[in-house]
């Protein structure tokens, strides 16, 4: 591995998912496994949830939120339309990233 990207990762442990800085330590469920570990959201904001035939959720939303969480503390990399619960939200997997060990999460989740 290059110094480069040893540095990168010491820098995502202690920088970035510092939770005296950036992160908020927070319970993940995920594949069974429970963790308290430090995620940083970054709010997508919401859009009307597209309706179906016979549906009568007026009201309903679609809020997106992304969130970053370390590989080496999540210990598994999460797949795409997979349930993961962060706090007390369960959200849908929309989109998944992996750069430098730092995992990056589009979700999904129905709000009123």
Known sequence: MSA????????LQDVFMNTDEHADRVLVEYGGKRRRIPVIFEEDGEKDRTKIMRDNA???????QTVFISLRDM???PVKDVHITIGSTQYVIKETGLDV???TLGLEVYDE
Do not use: P
Not at 4 to 11: L, R, T
Not at 59 to 64: A, I, L, N, R
């Open 4 to 11: 480069f990207k040893q540095q990168a990762q010491a820098d």
């Open 58 to 64: 007026d009201g309903v939303f679609t809020s997106y």
């Open 75 to 77: 210990k598994v990399m």
């Open 101 to 103: 060990g730092l995992i």
